[in-house]
């Protein structure tokens, strides 16, 4: 069984944030479950289109590099993430040909996630922005133009994938244009899981292989976003990066994959990893 594990970095922000704070984690983990490590440098689509979208749409190509198209099965990993020592082989749970992902509606359960959807409508509303009536997988691809939309949705930073059975629903998703690219549509996301939620069956994951940083931090330590908590340390910056270095602490224990989605500067907080 070939299998690999794969991420794109492009652009030098990017690139120093993924050495610094995940390069070490990939390797590690790459080492200790017999992948290998492909990380992409540059756009795999350089045209207008490629240029002109975030990179995360680049994922949808993953199968044009012959390294990976000649896996059996590929780890899709954003290079947002930390891995955290010692966690379990995710292909143990994912039958070759099947989808793995962790179901964003559910994650950490369905509960909290709906609650930290809530929270997160008040936050913004707060700052005068507005943000998507996402409530159900049904309306998330609404806001695409997809009228018929499953009723799971796959978090897409996260993905066990095969090339033969994932490869053209990937490439289907890379030319959606129902929407322009934004933030508020999540870039790829909508098409992306739309596609593969159609092209055959999916094994949904452990939330921890998938533990975003930023449902945590609206959760549990929202107090780390508010203007006027935040200003008190405003010439103590050294205590304050001790307070998110410790609330990221206990994030990555109860995580196998820490992923930055959204808050990829909360990184420079990150202390070395613990077993």
């Excluded at 030098?12 to 990380?39: I, M, W």
């Amino acid at each position: 069984m070939k299998r690999a594990l794969a991420t794109l970095v492009v652009g030098e922000p990017c690139r120093q944030r993924f050495a610094t704070h995940a390069a070490e984690s990939f390797r590690a983990y790459a080492k200790a479950h017999g992948l290998s490590l492909v990380v992409l440098d540059r756009l795999i689509d350089d045209s207008e289109l490629g240029r002109s979208r975030s990179p995360a749409w680049q994922k949808c190509l993953l199968f044009k590099n012959p390294r990976l198209r000649a896996c059996d099965q590929v780890l899709w990993l954003d290079a947002d993430i930390v891995i955290r020592p010692n966690a379990p082989n995710i292909f143990d749970t994912v039958p070759p040909g099947i989808l793995g992902a962790v179901e964003q509606f559910s994650s950490p359960t369905p509960e909290a996630y709906a609650s930290a959807q809530a929270k997160t409508r008040r936050y913004l509303a707060g700052q005068g922005l507005a943000s998507p009536e996402d409530a159900t997988p049904q309306a998330f691809y609404r806001h695409y133009g997809f009228a018929d939309g499953p009723d799971a949705v796959v978090q897409t930073g996260v993905m066990v994938l095969a090339p033969e059975v994932h490869g053209p629903a990937m490439a289907a998703a890379y030319a959606e244009e129902r929407r322009p690219d934004s933030r508020d549509m999540l870039y790829e996301m909508r098409p992306l899981s739309y596609h593969l939620l159609r092209a055959g069956p999916v094994r949904w994951l452990d939330p921890r292989f998938n533990a975003l940083w930023a449902t945590t931090l609206i959760l549990h330590y929202p107090f780390l976003m508010e203007p006027a908590f935040l200003a008190a340390y405003r010439d103590r910056p050294e205590l304050l990066a001790r307070l998110k270095a410790a609330c990221l602490g206990t994030a990555a224990d109860e995580a196998h994959f820490l992923h930055f989605a959204g808050v990829g500067e909360d990184m420079r907080y990150l202390l070395p990893a613990r077993a």
